[in-house]
């Protein structure tokens, strides 16, 4: 691993290469933070993919690349003369020292070791922390961008409720709450009213949601995970029919059934 100097040193070797990019490439010259947002989103998703497959040279690519991204924002609101990469690290510093008391005290010296409450303790209490924050969300739900993806947004949801003290008491209570919200999803496709089909769908899914959350799962990892299985035995479906010169659509669904089969006893 490199030293603190070394890493100091690479930092600057970035926002070296930045300024020089800035000021000679007529691509990045030409950028603005409204046109790299669309790609910092997908950093964002790359980085998370190959958080999700365990890989870690392919992490530390991925974090190189939204740093990137993240000193280039910094980078432009300097030429704008609105803030600069030392602003943004100082108020990141700042919260973090501010959030998190039992790490640091007041004056800034560091807690004694032994006197922190325990994780739990800090989760639980988080939520009132931040808003008791200068400058921080006017409510707890305000901090919560509507651009989020719904899964992640729910599960921030939640989240953060549970950092209140708003929460089940026992996870095993998160189920009536499941099963009703089910019973009413397929009550409202019984009136065919497609805007209470959607509003008791989304209640459902909202549900199930957390229920994988009060079990330690996260809900973005299981449904991605099950769509990479949809994926691989629906394409051992299609590659095992067109194999046989055969169009899916020509099939009967129990054929096709017993193809999906097979590809699942194969441990697609």
């Known amino acids: 691993m490199h030293t603190k100097e070394e890493k100091l040193a690479a930092f600057g070797r970035l926002l070296d290469t930045m300024d020089a990019l800035r000021a000679k490439c007529p691509w990045n010259a030409s950028q603005t933070m409204e046109s790299i947002r669309p790609m910092t989103e997908e950093e964002v998703y790359e980085l998370s993919d190959e958080i999700m497959k365990g890989n870690r040279t392919g992490i ?24 600069d990469i030392a602003d943004c690290i100082g108020r990141i510093c700042d919260k973090m020292v501010f959030r998190h008391p039992h790490v640091f005290r007041a004056d800034g010296s560091l807690v004694p070791d032994g006197e922190a409450p325990s994780a739990k303790e800090i989760a639980d209490t988080w939520e009132l922390v931040k808003a008791r924050e200068k400058d921080g969300n006017k ?85 991605s ?42 441990g697609l």
């Open 60 to 83: 530390a690519k991925e974090i190189g690349d939204l740093l990137y991204h993240m000193v280039f924002y910094a980078c432009i609101g300097e030429e704008e003369g609105s803030f």
């Open 225 to 266: 995970s099950t769509c990479s299985k949809f994926r691989r035995r629906f394409t051992y479906l299609e590659e095992n029919t067109l194999k046989k010169g055969i169009h899916l659509t020509d099939l009967t669904l129990a054929e096709m059934d017993a193809i999906w089969d097979e590809g699942k006893a194969r």
């Open 139 to 223: 409510t707890v739900m305000s901090g919560i961008p509507d651009s989020m993806p719904a899964i992640l947004k729910a599960l921030s949801m939640q989240e953060k409720a549970r950092g209140c003290g708003f929460d089940w008491e026992k996870r095993e209570d998160v189920w009536d709450k499941v099963h009703e919200e089910l019973g009413e999803a397929e009550e409202a496709c019984g009136e065919n009213d497609r805007a209470h089909m959607t509003e008791e769908f989304g209640d459902l899914m909202f549900a199930a949601i957390n229920a994988a959350r009060l079990y330690g799962i996260d809900p973005e990892v299981a449904l």
